[in-house]
């Protein structure tokens, strides 16, 4: 069972190359300056994810306005437990929305 619906799980990625793949390099292509990295200076835009039993992913049951998911039916076992936008907790698995914040980049 796959932690998340990316291709790149069955790579098995190191967990210092995915963050590279994922979340410091995208950043540094989009010349984003304050995100990629948990350092100071950084914006503090966290996801917590985590395990949990097998399910599949059904897009009607999804926060999304899109009710639709290209991953539709893929098998995972996690799951967002937390989002944090600049160090706010903006979403929380058992609360759900807590804040609606954020901005486009681009």
Same mark, same amino acid.
């Given at each position: 069972? &796959?932690?998340?619906?990316? %291709? &790149?799980? &069955?790579?098995h990625?190191?967990?210092? =190359?995915?963050?590279?793949?994922?979340? &410091?390099?995208? +950043?540094?292509?989009?010349?984003?300056?304050?995100?990629?990295?948990? %350092?100071?200076?950084?914006?503090?835009?966290?996801?917590?994810?985590?395990k949990?039993?097998?399910?599949?992913?059904?897009?009607?049951?999804?926060?999304?306005? +899109?009710?639709?998911?290209?991953?539709? =039916?893929?098998?995972?076992?996690?799951?967002?437990?937390?989002?944090?936008?600049?160090?706010?907790?903006?979403?929380?698995?058992?609360?759900?929305?807590?804040? +609606?914040?954020?901005?486009?980049?681009?």
């Amino acid at each position: 069972c &796959s932690l998340l619906p990316l %291709e &790149s799980v &069955s790579y098995h990625l190191s967990l210092e =190359n995915f963050i590279r793949y994922y979340c &410091s390099r995208p +950043a540094e292509l989009l010349h984003v300056k304050t995100k990629g990295k948990i %350092e100071i200076g950084y914006d503090a835009d966290l996801v917590l994810v985590k395990k949990v039993p097998p399910y599949r992913i059904q897009a009607e049951k999804s926060l999304s306005k +899109a009710k639709w998911s290209p991953y539709e =039916n893929h098998e995972v076992c996690a799951q967002i437990d937390k989002v944090f936008l600049m160090g706010e907790e903006v979403f929380n698995a058992e609360k759900g929305i807590i804040a +609606a914040r954020g901005k486009l980049l681009m």
